[in-house]
T-cell receptor
Framework: QKEVEQNSGPLSVPEGAIASLNCTYS??????FFWYRQYSGKSPELIMS????GDKEDGRFTAQLNKASQYVSLLIRDSQPSDSATYLC???????????FGKGTHLIIQP | DAGVIQSPRHEVTEMGQEVTLRCKPI?????LFWYRQTMMRGLELLIY????????DSGMPEDRFSAKMPNASFSTLKIQPSEPRDSAVYFC??????????????FGSGTQLSVL
């Protein structure tokens, strides 16, 4: 069974620091990886996608993928209180497959 | 675009009653997904459709759950009869699927279901 594992947190980070979120996945056939942000009472919204080993940067966000270790991470630089949310890691086998989500990490940015 | 539209936003019902959740995907998207979210189990994929055809319903918990997609702009998820353990947030999501890597999912606002 495909599984995506995340530390549930809460992860507390001071404002302006780097927040580091991690996830591992069980299915070696997974090809696509995503990070979603979910505010309390809201729906998940996509913030990053990554398909190849290495780093991918978008503004303050950097996604990292290591397929050999089956490991995905998300770095948030210059953390802001508005970054406080639950971050969901997801994987997919590609094609028309659905996404498998982790349970999420609750991130708190302390002003 | 209005995004993925779900109704109702909140549903409170009594055990044994039939519940129908509705979803209108983003125009032009050819894949539709139904997810359920609880604190204990997180986001679980229940079923997904590609070009209105159910592809994988292995996540549907029991025969009490059924889903249909009669056309490209409408889908329903029905629970009959409902039970208290069905209480959760149900999300519908859509995407534009190609032949390569999975396209990103756009989620609706969800339906908060409470079965008393």
């Amino acid at each position: 069974q495909k599984e995506v594992e995340q530390n549930s947190g809460p992860l507390s980070v001071p404002e302006g620091a780097i927040a580091s979120l991690n996830c591992t996945y069980s299915d070696r056939g997974s090809q696509s990886f995503f990070w979603y942000r979910q505010y309390s009472g809201k729906s998940p919204e996509l913030i990053m996608s990554i398909y190849s080993n290495g780093d991918k940067e978008d503004g303050r966000f950097t996604a990292q993928l290591n397929k050999a270790s089956q490991y995905v991470s998300l770095l948030i630089r210059d953390s802001q209180p508005s970054d406080s949310a639950t971050y969901l890691c997801a994987s997919s086998g590609g094609g028309a497959d659905g996404l498998t989500f982790g349970k999420g990490t609750h991130l708190i940015i302390q002003p | 675009d209005a995004g993925v539209i779900q109704s109702p936003r909140h549903e409170v019902t009594e055990m044994g009653q039939e519940v129908t959740l509705r979803c209108k995907p983003i125009s032009g998207h050819n894949s539709l997904f139904w997810y359920r979210q609880t604190m204990m189990r997180g986001l679980e994929l229940l079923i997904y459709f590609n070009n209105n055809v159910p592809i994988d319903d292995s996540g549907m918990p029991e025969d009490r759950f059924s889903a249909k997609m009669p056309n490209a702009s409408f889908s329903t998820l029905k629970i009959q009869p409902s039970e208290p353990r069905d209480s959760a947030v149900y999300f519908c999501a859509s995407s534009r699927q190609g032949s390569s890597a999975n396209e990103k999912l756009f989620f609706g606002s969800g339906t908060q279901l409470s079965v008393l």
